[in-house]
């Protein structure tokens, strides 16, 4: 028999081969470990009492998340597209007018659907990165059956205030429904949808949930929980068919139950602080990314900034901040088309806490060192610092 001899592994030349890896970017996030270990539990079968009771439980978690008791949570095997689609099938008539507001890539997204789905769509457009003018929104409104509107911008770093948008357009236009592409401010940013007088929020398991892709999240209005049925082209995305048996703890349709279960670790955390002290370390982890950019020359690509997404305008080619990154294990994202070139986007959505964020502040300095920029060391993570105690 002939003895196999162990080859030499390749010698490291470099200590960046010790980096662990790190998800910065706005979704997918990081994910909590024990979330992980969830999913590799035994599959269950869907149709049992212990998948009822985590589809109950998972729905009065995300409900707690949302602030709003009486609003109808609904879980979907699909991703936030797939769950704000759901939604529309199933509560604007076949046909009808809708408004579109948006000032970035999946603002316009919802409008490429409607049009999709043949709906008559009506455009209200903004430069990317600004934010939504609210007397804008109310007039374009009147007229029309609903509004598709993004909370917090992706692409741009940009949140909405959408009290004052929901506000001005219902004034405007008392029967108009409001849909909300929640999916970077659910769990992240102030939401009142009630006060709001909001009628669906949409979001996705991938963002401030801080799970793994593969859910959409539906939340109704008592009143739209009423209207469902309005369009009758619709089989998987019914949400009519999912109210009554989500109440009971079971799907419609095959649901992604490990994940369910999943999102029972991922928000246990969340779930366990009032959400307004949710909101303001989120908004706080945001304020000191940006503050770190800021320390080494960036400015932010929004005009109105959402505490999901430090979008900087780098002083250097952005895919050299991004290729910096890398090669430090990080892994960050530049801006879509057609501004891919304009910005670079970081997040703390996922398993992030503030000392996480002086590590990615630590990063950046790195980032930009090794870019040849002149770098103050400790520059980034002292503003960081500073913003988190401000």
């Given at each position: 028999?002939?003895?196999?001899?162990?080859?030499?592994?390749?010698?490291?030349?470099?200590?960046?081969?010790?980096?662990?890896?790190?998800?910065?970017?706005?979704?997918?996030?990081?994910?909590?470990?024990?979330?992980?270990?969830?999913?590799?539990?035994?599959?269950?079968?869907?149709?049992?009492?212990?998948?009822?009771?985590?589809?109950?439980?998972?729905?009065?978690?995300?409900?707690?998340?949302?602030?709003?008791?009486?609003?109808?949570?609904?879980?979907?095997t699909s991703s936030g597209t797939g769950a704000f689609e759901a939604a529309l099938v199933s509560l604007v008539p076949d046909g009808a007018n809708v408004l579109s507001a948006?000032?970035?890539?999946?603002?316009?997204?919802?409008?490429?659907?409607?049009?999709?789905?043949?709906?008559?769509?009506?455009?209200?457009?903004?430069?990317?990165?600004?934010?939504?003018?609210?007397?804008?929104?109310?007039?374009?409104?009147?007229?029309?059956?609903?509004?598709?509107?993004?909370?917090?911008?992706?692409?741009?770093?940009?949140?909405?205030?959408?009290?004052?948008?929901?506000?001005?357009?219902?004034?405007?236009?008392?029967?108009?429904?409001?849909?909300?592409?929640?999916?970077?401010?659910?769990?992240?940013?102030?939401?009142?949808?009630?006060?709001?007088?909001?009628?669906?929020?949409?979001?996705?398991?991938?963002?401030?949930?801080?799970?793994?892709?593969?859910?959409?999240?539906?939340?109704?209005?008592?009143?739209?929980?009423?209207?469902?049925?309005?369009?009758?082209?619709?089989?998987?995305?019914?949400?009519?068919?999912?109210?009554?048996?989500?109440?009971?703890?079971?799907?419609?349709?095959?649901?992604?139950?490990?994940?369910?279960?999943?999102?029972?670790t991922s928000t246990e955390r969340l779930v366990a602080v009032p959400l307004e002290t949710l909101w303001a370390e989120k908004a706080k982890l945001n304020a000191a990314l940006?503050?770190?950019?800021?320390?080494?020359?960036?400015?932010?690509?929004?005009?109105?900034?959402?505490?999901?997404?430090?979008?900087?305008?780098?002083?250097?080619?952005?895919?050299?901040?991004?290729?910096?990154?890398?090669?430090?294990?990080?892994?960050?994202?530049?801006?879509?088309?057609?501004?891919?070139?304009?910005?670079?986007?970081?997040?703390?959505?996922?398993?992030?806490?503030?000392?996480?964020?002086?590590?990615?502040?630590?990063?950046?300095?790195?980032?930009?060192?090794?870019?040849?920029?002149?770098?103050?060391?400790?520059?980034?993570?002292?503003?960081?610092?500073?913003?988190?105690?401000?």
């Amino acid at each position: 028999m002939t003895k196999l001899e162990a080859k030499p592994a390749s010698l490291v030349t470099s200590a960046n081969a010790l980096l662990r890896p790190r998800l910065l970017a706005p979704g997918p996030v990081e994910t909590d470990p024990r979330t992980m270990l969830t999913l590799a539990k035994p599959q269950i079968h869907h149709r049992t009492p212990e998948a009822r009771e985590i589809v109950l439980e998972a729905r009065a978690r995300l409900s707690a998340l949302l602030g709003a008791p009486e609003w109808e949570p609904l879980i979907l095997t699909s991703s936030g597209t797939g769950a704000f689609e759901a939604a529309l099938v199933s509560l604007v008539p076949d046909g009808a007018n809708v408004l579109s507001a948006s000032a970035g890539k999946f603002g316009e997204r919802w409008a490429d659907m409607a049009h999709s789905l043949g709906y008559a769509v009506t455009r209200l457009e903004k430069p990317w990165g600004e934010a939504l003018d609210p007397a804008e929104v109310a007039d374009a409104a009147r007229g029309q059956a609903a509004l598709l509107i993004t909370h917090s911008e992706t692409s741009t770093g940009a949140l909405h205030d959408l009290a004052r948008i929901a506000e001005q357009a219902k004034r405007a236009n008392p029967d108009l429904l409001i849909l909300v592409d929640a999916v970077t401010s659910y769990a992240v940013a102030e939401l009142r949808p009630a006060e709001w007088q909001l009628d669906a929020v949409i979001s996705g398991s991938q963002k401030g949930v801080g799970g793994p892709p593969g859910l959409g999240f539906v939340f109704l209005s008592p009143s739209s929980v009423e209207r469902l049925g309005a369009n009758p082209r619709r089989y998987y995305f019914d949400l009519k068919k999912e109210v009554a048996s989500q109440r009971k703890g079971e799907t419609a349709q095959t649901p992604a139950i490990n994940l369910v279960e999943g999102l029972l670790t991922s928000t246990e955390r969340l779930v366990a602080v009032p959400l307004e002290t949710l909101w303001a370390e989120k908004a706080k982890l945001n304020a000191a990314l940006l503050a770190a950019g800021n320390a080494l020359g960036c400015r932010p690509f929004a005009s109105r900034v959402s505490p999901a997404v430090a979008a900087l305008v780098p002083p250097v080619a952005v895919k050299d901040v991004v290729g910096a990154l890398k090669a430090l294990g990080a892994r960050a994202v530049a801006g879509q088309a057609p501004h891919q070139d304009a910005l670079f986007r970081v997040s703390t959505m996922g398993y992030f806490d503030r000392y996480d964020t002086l590590g990615m502040a630590g990063l950046l300095e790195d980032a930009f060192a090794n870019l040849g920029r002149p770098v103050e060391r400790g520059v980034a993570v002292a503003a960081a610092w500073k913003a988190l105690n401000a």
